[in-house]
């Protein structure tokens, strides 16, 4: 036996998963549930990377049992929790079982996205999404090309606030990231 009788891993940074569900969500829940059950040394929760299911999420995997999970919503979370990690028992109706093995992503439209109208558009100050984490170099560090309109400046004291502002695009530099699970 391995170092706990059940290590289950939550898809956080896939390309589909996180934007089909708070996954990050699913983990604190799930960890919650497990440490209320006082199985917190049988039992491990972690976030992972791409399971390269994409589009089939969002997407759980239980260890030693092989079982995969699909389409989980929250609503799902406490049977999984009750039926499968701390009772044993999988939950049939989530399971995943593509009939083939290795990467199996659904294609996504990768058509452009209609212009969003300025009143519609974020407040400044939010954070999205660029990159995945496989796509940062071991050195924790990506280059990127964003696109701003010209009259967006970024605000005071910020790494990006000496940007050239005149050009119509900038180049910034993603935050360092772990790729060992530290800081």
Same mark, same amino acid.
């Given at each position: 036996?391995?170092?706990? &009788?059940? /290590? ?10 996180? $934007?089909?569900?708070?996954? @990050? ?5 799930? =960890?919650? %549930? *497990? ?6 040394? &049988?039992? =491990? *929760? ?9 589009? /089939? #999420?969002?997407?759980? *995997? ?8 699909? #389409? ?6 406490? &049977?999984?929790?009750?039926? /499968?990690?701390?009772? %044993?028992?999988? *939950? @049939? =109706?989530?399971?995943? $079982?593509? #009939? ?6 659904? &294609? ?26 496989? @796509? ?10 964003? @696109? ?8 005071? +004291? ?22 060992? +699970? =530290?800081?």
């Amino acid at each position: 036996m391995g170092q706990y &009788e059940c /290590h289950v891993f939550v898809c956080t940074s896939g390309d589909t998963c996180p $934007e089909q569900a708070d996954v @990050e969500g699913y983990v604190k829940t799930l =960890r919650a %549930g *497990v440490q209320k059950a006082g199985k917190q040394v &049988e039992v =491990r *929760v972690n976030k992972a990377g791409c399971f390269s299911q994409c589009g /089939h #999420g969002p997407m759980l *995997v239980i260890y030693p049992d092989n079982v995969w999970y699909a #389409g989980v919503q929250a609503s799902d979370l406490d &049977e999984i929790l009750t039926s /499968h990690i701390l009772g %044993g028992k999988p *939950v @049939e =109706r989530l399971r995943y $079982e593509p #009939g083939k093995p290795g990467a199996n992503k659904v &294609e996504v439209d990768k058509a452009p996205a209609a212009a969003v109208p300025a009143a519609a558009a974020p407040p400044p100050g939010t954070w999205k999404r660029v990159c995945r984490l496989d @796509e940062v170099s071991d050195g924790g560090l990506k280059q990127f090309t964003v @696109e701003a309109p010209a009259w967006s400046s970024p605000a005071p +004291g910020t790494r990006c606030s000496r940007a050239r502002r005149s050009a119509p695009t900038r180049r910034y530099r993603s935050k360092r990231v772990s790729t060992t +699970g =530290r800081r």
